[in-house]
């Protein structure tokens, strides 16, 4: 029972709750670096959910304790902005006047020029919808709208703009977008093969896989994707073509776009349809044919399938889905723009739950095309670089992810630039410079003009405030122009995209691709470390273990401080250090784990110490004065009830010739005898800071320097004895009034170690002291009626007491059971005594010197001295007794003086 009860006491000890609290945060950590890799943030559970919130906003609150910086100067914001609308009209403008400030910008040196819009409509459909916007239909009369189609249909405004995407091909990077994005959790491999299969038939494909710079390292050598065989394909397409017949056959020739538009919707679900039901032998339209086809297909394609169904186990077994999202339904410019172009990546924003873009998604994936970012394409034409994906199988998610990102400067020469610091999907944390304006804002309006300078509007930092202010400055075109890279985009009130950043609400989306860029260009980028999933839960173990440890040693105060300065210190090491060298760590965990596992134990000391008060106040208010269990109450932690060590002083007192009082009085009367004397005698013990260890009968027991230890605890003891004598004329005169027995007692006291704490059984204990300087109190008590005195202590006692109270040595005893003898002195009182009694302890003193120096006739006279002074006094008759008697037998010349005590 006590093995288990100790073992019980260690589960729940303060220490054991700070691991308990520590396990439980790694395990949140371990089970959040385990599920975050799912990039759609509705699959998380609630709590990790909420931790990637944390997560994120903490990233922000970095950002924000950080600051503004300066951006690079090889980055601006080409606009069409509240100037340019003024100047040139509303937006959108006539194509050749755009592709026109394109060319200009280019002329006077800008490097690349990356369009943060797209052209997908032919400028004619995109005419007439301004004039209708503009304009009430209904009042339009046929004449006024036949002019303005002929005026349209002069300006050939589509071929003047692809004429300057075609002259500047190798500098514009054209843009488009996607509309759909099929999540990796909702897609398995082979049904993602099948989609990869419709996207090949699309406009999109054919411009992807027309980039030449982009370069992709798909596999790792043993990992090659299973290919579909070429005949396969053809069978497939063939299946494609009979579901879009089919339906367009259902339906009647589309009058307008939107009719169009729905066939075309219609046509794609159909096809999708079928990609869900891919490769299932019991839904796949085309199994029980390919299967009966099989012979001549494996003959044809030289395969080692024995069946389809062989090749589809194959097939299913090698495929690997990559933890990328698939975008399809691509919004694409027009065809004379897009011929025209060599250059094409997508503008689309990657937001989080909250609507924020804290990350840039650096490629996308279409069946087997990775396309690039707007911000990647424009600084990897910028540059000269191809982009080098490469991707490897991760067994914990059972798909294959983004290992890296880099580039080189041909399919054999490194560019020397670090991989780019991107997660398992390809995204980038945006390192953002600050609020919009942190970089040049260029008008499109002063790249219509032929002035050699035009201004710039930007944020500088103000010296004297230390702000960042906005400014518009002056600057020369060719100088600033020259080698910049220019994202287009518009800024312009009701016209432009607002987006949500760390540090603006209303922040314009083109200037989200410049920071990227920005980032790109200063090697100064925001990265999660891959190996910190691996290491955060092993760091928070150590940290709580620590942390643990120091507060349970501390007081809730120091501990409160210890862990307001370790949280401090946590954040602004994370911030100095890991922060400002772009490491992004979940700081949350740390600073969590730090708050838990004080609260815990700060939670768990309050409820065990108001017990632990509580059961000491049960323990000791029987044994100490109430002042003293509120001193022990106040600090608790100044006691220890298990068994202790330590230097105090025992306290005896016993009732003389008991026995006989005992005969003369019935039960009650000496029950109340005993409660009359006993009651004043135990609250002496208390007003000298004493504790009671036991009534022993008649007899009382107690100790001085425990619970509470202090220094002089010999003199209180000293001290109570006295008092109990005081005290104990006083109630025999009661007595007397009240016809009782008188009661004499006899005290002893002994200093030295003793062993104090709880003690006894498991079920039953008390407070009590125990050794050999606890016998020899006893002993000393008892031997009062031999001395005829009523205090004897003990020589221990007698040094500590020697300055402050009157004794008088009386013997040199050797007690029972013990080899070396003991000096013991009466306590006759404190401070100054008497004329008389201080006289007799004088002439005491002298006769007892002469009787250890056997002088024993000389002694007997001077003890007669002392007994004129007091004729009652035992001591003195009692050596004189002694010294005749070694008169008439002369000690052994070596006799030490030594009384040996036979009894106890």
């Known amino acids: 029972m006590k093995i288990l009860n100790d073992f019980l006491k260690y589960l729940i000890a303060p220490f054991s709750i700070g691991i308990y609290v520590s396990l439980a945060v790694s395990f949140v950590s371990w089970q959040y670096y385990l599920h975050k890799n799912h990039e759609d943030f509705s699959e998380l559970s609630q709590t990790n959910q909420l931790l990637s919130t944390i997560d994120q906003k903490s990233i922000d609150f970095r950002l924000l304790a950080r600051g503004p910086r300066p951006g690079s100067k090889d980055v601006a914001l080409l606009t069409v902005d509240e100037k340019a609308v003024a100047t040139v009209g509303r937006w959108p403008w006539p194509r ?56 349209l249909a002069k300006r050939d405004s589509d071929s003047l703009f692809a004429d300057v995407i075609r002259q500047n091909q190798s500098k514009i990077v054209v843009g488009t977008f996607f509309e759909s994005e099929e999540k990796i959790q909702s897609t398995p491999a082979h049904i993602d093969r099948c989609l990869g299969l419709l996207f090949d038939r699309t406009r999109a494909s054919t411009i992807w896989r027309d980039d030449d710079i982009w370069t992709i390292e798909k596999e790792q050598e043993g ?93 299913l077994d090698r495929s690997r889905q990559l933890s990328m999202s698939v975008a399809s339904d691509w919004v694409m410019n027009i065809d004379q723009i897009s011929d025209s172009a060599v250059h094409t990546a997508f503008f689309n924003a990657l937001q989080d739950h909250d609507g924020s873009i804290r990350r840039a998604r650096l490629l996308i994936r279409s069946s087997d095309f990775f396309m690039p970012a707007l911000a990647l394409k424009a600084f990897s034409v910028a540059r ?78 103000d010296k004297e405030t230390g702000k960042w202010v906005e400014k518009k400055i002056t600057v020369n075109k060719n100088e600033f122009l020259k080698d910049k890279i220019l994202l ?88 100095i250090y890991f922060f400002q060298n772009g490491m992004v760590l979940a700081i949350m965990f740390p600073i969590f784990l730090i708050g838990s596992v004080y609260v815990s134990l700060t939670f768990y000391k309050y409820f065990t110490e108001e017990r632990g008060k509580k059961e000491l106040k049960q323990t000791f208010q029987k044994y100490v004065s109430p002042a003293v269990v509120d001193e022990i109450l106040s600090d608790p932690e100044n006691i220890e009830l298990g068994g202790k060590k330590m230097n105090m002083t025992v306290f005896f007192s016993d009732v003389r010739g008991f026995t006989t009082i005992s005969e003369q009085l019935d039960p009650r009367a000496l029950s109340d005898l005993l409660n009359f004397y006993l009651t ?51 109630l025999q005169l009661e007595l007397e009034k009240r016809n009782l027995p008188l009661i004499d007692i006899g005290i002893g006291l002994n200093t030295g170690e003793m062993s104090v704490g709880n003690m006894g059984s498991e079920t039953v204990r ?106 009652d006094d ?25 009384f040996v005590m036979t009894s106890k």
């Open 96 to 151: 050749e006047v755009i592709g026109q400030a394109y060319a200009n910008a280019l002329n006077h040196g800008a490097k690349v020029v990356a369009l943060d819009t797209v052209f997908s409509e032919d400028s004619v459909q995109a005419g007439r919808e301004i004039f209708n916007s503009v304009s009430n239909s209904s009042e339009i009369s046929p004449s006024l709208r036949q002019k303005f189609e002929i005026e």
């Open 223 to 315: 990992e090659e994707r299973p290919l579909i065989p070429d005949l396969l394909v053809q069978i497939y397409n063939q299946q494609f073509d009979t579901i879009e017949e089919s339906i367009r056959s259902d339906n009647p020739e589309p009058k307008n776009a939107q009719e169009f538009l729905e066939i075309n919707n219609k046509i794609l679900g159909a096809q999708q349809n079928y990609c869900f039901n891919f490769l299932d032998p019991e839904s796949d339209e085309l199994f029980t044919v390919i299967s009966d086809a099989w012979p001549q297909i494996k003959e044809q394609e030289e395969l080692e399938f024995a069946s389809y169904q062989e090749w589809i186990d194959y097939f």
């Open 384 to 461: 000269n670089m191809n982009p080098e994906l490469e991707v490897e199988y991760e067994p914990s998610t059972g798909r294959k992810v983004v290992k890296s990102l880099t580039f080189s400067n041909s399919e054999t020469e490194k560019s020397g630039l670090n991989p780019l610091p991107v997660d398992r999907f390809g995204n980038l944390i945006i390192n953002y410079a600050g609020p919009q304006k942190m970089f040049p804002y260029i008008s499109m309006a002063d790249m219509l003009t032929d002035s050699e300078t035009m201004p710039i509007e930007q944020r500088q930092l």
């Open 488 to 575: 287009f985009g518009a800024t312009a009130t009701a016209i432009y995209d607002l987006r949500v950043t760390p540090f603006d609400e209303n922040f314009p989306g083109a200037e989200t691709h410049v920071n990227i860029v920005d980032n790109l260009v200063r090697n100064d980028f925001l990265f999660v470390s891959r190996d910190e999933e691996q290491r955060m839960p092993i760091f928070l173990l150590c940290l709580g273990i620590v942390l643990s440890l120091l507060l349970t040693q501390l007081g809730a105060v120091s501990g409160l401080l210890l862990t307001a300065s370790l949280a401090t210190a946590t954040i602004t090491v994370d911030q």
């Open 680 to 730: 004043p005698m135990t609250e002496l013990v208390f007003k000298n800071k004493g504790t009671l260890d036991k009534y022993m009968g008649d007899a009382v027991m107690a100790f001085f320097g425990a619970p509470i230890s202090y220094k002089d605890h010999a003199k209180h003891g000293c001290r109570c004895a006295l008092q109990s004598l005081e005290k104990l004329s006083e």
């Open 766 to 871: 008390s407070y009590t002291v125990m050794g050999d300087a606890v016998n020899l109190g006893s002993r000393l008590e008892g031997i009062n009626k031999q001395y005829g005195t009523r205090i004897i202590i003990s020589e221990f006692t007698y040094a500590d007491v020697k300055d402050d109270f009157v004794c008088r040595e009386i013997d040199l005893v050797r007690v029972k059971g013990k080899v070396e003898p003991v000096k013991i002195y009466e306590l006759v009182g404190e401070g100054s005594v008497p004329k008389e009694k201080a006289d007799l302890v004088k002439k005491f003193a002298e006769g007892y010197a002469l009787y250890h120096s056997m002088k024993f006739s000389e002694a007997i006279d001077t003890f007669n001295q002392a007994l004129s002074i007091e004729p």
């Open 874 to 898: 035992e001591c003195s008759k009692l050596y004189i007794k002694r010294s005749e008697d070694f008169i008439a037998s002369p000690p052994p010349e070596d006799w030490d003086g030594v």
